[in-house]
């Protein structure tokens, strides 16, 4: 089964053009990257696929439905995490998972939450304003966000960011046992090595293009880094891989 396919899916902004003709197909429980520089058109890919904007020209289909014809359908069937979204600062994580449950009509809400909190260690703060918490406790809480009514499919962009070394290994391991119970991710990313780590299939895009589509567990990591920049340009950044925006 597919659970999203596009045809020629283009994104215009006056004269820009974001995204061009993309036309890609993500299996099923597939962990699906999207690998590329920042500005590429990551972010507007997973903003059409979820209904936040409607494309310029072309189709796409998520969990059988269209996101311009049946928005709600697909709203409800997914989870999403954009990048550098906050809890509301005037509400505890408690209270806004709590509103989130309620607005999924998630079961055993307060359950759900305990668990959520504990196995993303934000327990202590659950109680706490979202104003007074460190950027990784409020990226862990928006986690939880997108996980808490079990949806069959999640968009993350960026899924690492503002996390500690110890607290992305267990998000790694979170992100793994999602899609290893049959659910699909579908990940925004410009580190090829996240890509590489976590991704059952990579798509590269570039100026709004998808350029080269791989399987990473055919490559090493150094093997994707080259294919990369073979395509789009890269460079060592840190302790990983960062493609030059």
């Not at 197909?25 to 936040?52: H, R, W, Y």
């Not at 260690?121 to 928006?142: I, K, N, P, W, Y």
């Not at 119970?181 to 090595?193: A, K, M, P």
Request: hydrophobic fraction near 40%.
């Amino acid at each position: 089964m597919v659970a999203i396919e596009t045809t020629d899916l283009t994104r215009r902004f006056g004269e820009v053009t974001a995204l061009s003709e993309l036309s890609l197909s993500v299996d099923d429980g597939a962990l699906f990257g999207l690998l590329g520089p920042n500005g590429s058109g990551k972010t507007t890919t997973i903003e059409l696929l979820t209904g936040q904007r409607e494309p310029s020209s072309g189709t796409a289909t998520v969990v059988g439905h269209d996101p311009v014809t049946k928005p709600m359908a697909v709203k409800r069937a997914i989870g999403i995490l954009p990048e550098r979204e906050d809890p509301p600062s005037f509400l505890s994580p408690r209270e806004y998972l709590t509103f989130v449950g309620e607005v999924r009509d998630v079961p055993d809400v307060d359950d759900r939450i305990e668990t959520w909190a504990e196995r993303l260690e934000f327990a202590g703060v659950l109680d706490a304003l979202s104003t007074g918490l460190s950027e990784g406790e409020r990226q862990r809480v928006m986690l939880a966000a997108a996980f808490l009514h079990d949806p069959d499919l999640v968009f993350i962009d960026e899924p690492l960011v503002n996390l500690d070394p110890i607290m992305q290994e267990q998000v790694k391991a979170v992100l793994a046992d999602y899609c290893e119970r049959g659910n699909t991710l579908f990940l925004s990313t410009h580190y090829v090595d996240v890509a590489a780590e976590l991704c059952t299939h990579v798509g590269i895009v570039e100026s709004g293009e998808l350029v080269a589509e791989c399987d990473p567990s055919e490559m090493s990591e150094d093997e994707l880094l080259e294919y990369f920049i073979a395509e789009v340009g890269g460079e060592r950044h840190g302790g990983g891989v960062e493609v030059r925006a």
